[in-house]
């Protein structure tokens, strides 16, 4: 285990301790101890922080000049690659990634994404052409500019925190935005690099800060109230997602969510490999913090005995082959902190008491280490109406619930307040095709197709969110559009 650098604040260029040299421990997840320290940013360093991107965007040529701002972000773009060992170090002992997750949702993918940006980036259109019209008497053009929104405040989760910093932070550099960046108290480290490598690429002072502190609550809602600030991008819990959305409406700010899921995975009866697809539904990767995970299964009520049987036996096979903070096989740690690991147990004992069976796990596993583990856990004999089938738990417990036919998988994959992502498995392509177009959620996997990936717009239906991340429209959520009409002379 690392000891990791202290995070410093980033504010109008400046790389820094927080006002009157406040910090706060970094908890490693592993082991319920101290693995670092970060600057307590105050309500002082927070208005800094906005005032400085607001000059930035104001002030600056930033918001206009796109060979800069495109040769900035490709730079940046290649010091994280040479500081990749370190975000992989962040990723570990901050967030609590098992070294074999590291690459897929951590530090990899996150950088792909980043490419993927840059690669779909020309593609943005920056005017319309709207042509002439003739009316009152006279001609007049039209054409629409597509500017970027100004200031923008990018508020984000600790679960996957470079790929999610990645998300904001560069769609909104590359639309031509200013912006604070104000990461989870559990990661500050993977919000204060952006700082520091910012500093090394010579971004101009203002254009990215970055702030955190021990309070979740205080800079981001700094951030929402503030008039300066003109979006906010936040990536959490729909609770705090809604309050978000009230706070920001006192400035009819822009904001745009993405938030929880419990998205379904239906695996309907002529699945090719019905056993594989069964048992690929544990929920162990990143103990299972995701917010696009699978994390309801739906099985056909006439094989449902079938796949209870294929998951204890897949559960009994996964064993205790997780939890070991130096074993690069391992794609499963701890969750993040006590909290959350109170909060996984406590759904964990509700589902015992609606009535549902535990097929694997339920416990916690205080002998893997001083940090936060949960078993790999599954509950069979679930009904959609329960609240483990319900409420996001965030955490390694799957749910299986029967099925009669495709009308009903469809009824219950709805019958959520989410609609983040889910998946289909059939061996009829048109019939799964017919199942997704009817789930109502932002992505759906068919077969197993891969619905994320950094040129793909992602996002939510219903309580998962508004707006759209990543791709050319995860670019253009950053722009306001103008429309400008001239008398033909
Ligand atoms: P959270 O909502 O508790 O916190 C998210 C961020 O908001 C943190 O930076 C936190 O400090 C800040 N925050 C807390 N209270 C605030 C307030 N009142 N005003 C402004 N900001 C505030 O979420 P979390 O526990 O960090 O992350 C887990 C949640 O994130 C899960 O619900 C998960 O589904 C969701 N998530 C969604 C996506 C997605 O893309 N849809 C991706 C990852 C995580």
Known sequence: MTSLPDAKLYIDGVLRGAEGGKTFDVISPWTGEPVGKAADASAADVEAAIAAARRAFDETDWSTNVEKRVALVTKLRALFEANKERLSDLARNEAGAAWGAVGRAHVDMALDGWDDYLKVFPEVRWEKDYGSRHGYGFETVRKAVYEPVGVVGAITPWNVPLYVNVGKVVAALLAGCT?????????????????????????????????????????????VQDPRVDLISFTGSTGVGKRIMEQGAASLKRVFLELGGKSAKIVLDDAPNFAMEVAQAMLVFHAGQGCAV??????????????????????????????????????????????????????????????????????????????YFIEPTCFGDVTNDMRIAQEEIFGPVLVVIPFEDDNDAIRIANESAYGLSGGVSSGDLDRAMNVAKRIRSGSISVNGGMCIAGDLPFGGYKASGVGREWGLEGIEEFLETKLIAWRAA
């Open 294 to 371: 699978q994390s309801r299964l739906l099985v056909p009520k006439s094989r449902y005995e079938e796949a209870k049987g294929i998951l204890k036996h897949a559960y009994g096979s996964f064993g205790d082959n997780w939890g070991v903070f130096d074993d690069p096989k391992h794609i499963m740690g701890p969750v993040v902190s006590k909290r959350q690991m109170e909060r996984v147990l406590s759904y964990i004992e509700l589902g015992k008491e609606e009535g549902a069976t535990l097929l694997a796990g339920g416990k916690a596993r205080p002998d893997k280490g001083g940090g």
């Open 179 to 223: 912006l604070i960046l104000k990461p989870a108290p559990n990661t500050p480290g993977m919000g204060a690099i952006f700082g520091e490598l910012a500093k090394e690429a010579g971004f101009p002072p203002g254009v990215i800060n970055v702030v955190f502190g021990a309070d979740p609550a205080l800079a981001g809602e700094m951030l």
